[in-house]
């Protein structure tokens, strides 16, 4: 089965800090995704890439910057953490040319105090 | 940027029941329409997929596709406390990701 995993799986962070979320997956899929989940907005996707070397912007990506080093791993990156970044993040894989399905890892829970 | 909205926000039903959960969304465009199934603490998974219009049905689990519509549900047959989770609706947005509804909590009472 598809293996995306996530570190650190906890982390609390002091306002103003800088955030590194990992994100590493096996299945050698081209796309990997970053998103957020917070209660009554779903997930709300942050950053994307489509291979190594590229990052794109998704829907919320204000306060947030991504890195793709490899087809492996995909990191977000909060330079200035804020209370409003509380959230649970989510990184995902997959392979667009098909079926859009997408593998997700466990999850990151931040919370920025 | 398209619009995806679940309904039910939240369901409780009996086990063994039926579970009836809708999506309607806004990209007349999108081809791909998944259900994912996440339990508490853990990642979205993939339950199902859905891209023509109709009927799916896997196991206990039955997608129905509207495009003219803008609609898709997912009905849960003979529903297991195992089933209890948030339910995701998530069509393809062009190329580029999935967009999730906001889900809809199931929770089976035994």
């Known amino acids: 089965e598809a293996a995306v995993t996530q570190s650190p799986r906890n982390k609390v962070a002091v306002t103003g800090g800088k955030v590194t979320l990992s994100c590493n997956q096996t299945?050698?899929?081209?796309?990997m995704y970053w998103y957020r989940q917070d209660t009554g907005h779903g997930l709300r996707l942050i950053h994307y890439s489509y291979g190594a070397g590229s990052t794109e912007k998704g829907d919320i990506p204000d306060g947030y910057k991504a890195s793709r080093p490899s087809q492996e791993n995909f990191s977000l990156i909060l330079e200035l953490a804020t209370p409003s970044q509380t959230s649970v993040y989510f990184c995902?894989?997959?392979?667009?040319?098909?079926?859009?399905?997408?593998?997700f890892g466990p999850g990151t829970r931040l919370t920025v105090l | 940027q398209q619009k995806v909205q679940q309904s039910p926000e939240s369901l409780i039903v009996p086990e063994g029941g039926m579970a009836s959960l809708n999506c309607t969304f806004s990209d007349r465009n999108s081809q791909y329409f998944w259900w994912y199934r996440q339990h508490s603490g853990e990642g979205p998974k993939a339950l199902m997929?859905?891209?023509?219009?109709g009927d799916k049905k896997e196991g206990r689990f039955t997608a129905h596709l509207n495009k003219a519509s803008l609609y898709v549900s997912l009905h849960i047959k003979d529903s297991q406390p195992s089933d209890s989770a948030l339910y995701f609706c998530?069509?393809?947005?062009?190329?580029?990701?999935?967009?999730f509804g906001t889900g809809t909590t199931v929770s089976v009472s035994p």
């Open positions: 995902a894989s997959g392979d667009a040319a098909y079926s859009y399905e997408q593998y």
């Open positions: 299945n050698n899929h081209n796309n």
């Open positions: 998530a069509p393809n947005q062009g190329g580029r990701a999935l967009i």
């Open positions: 997929s859905i891209f023509s219009n």
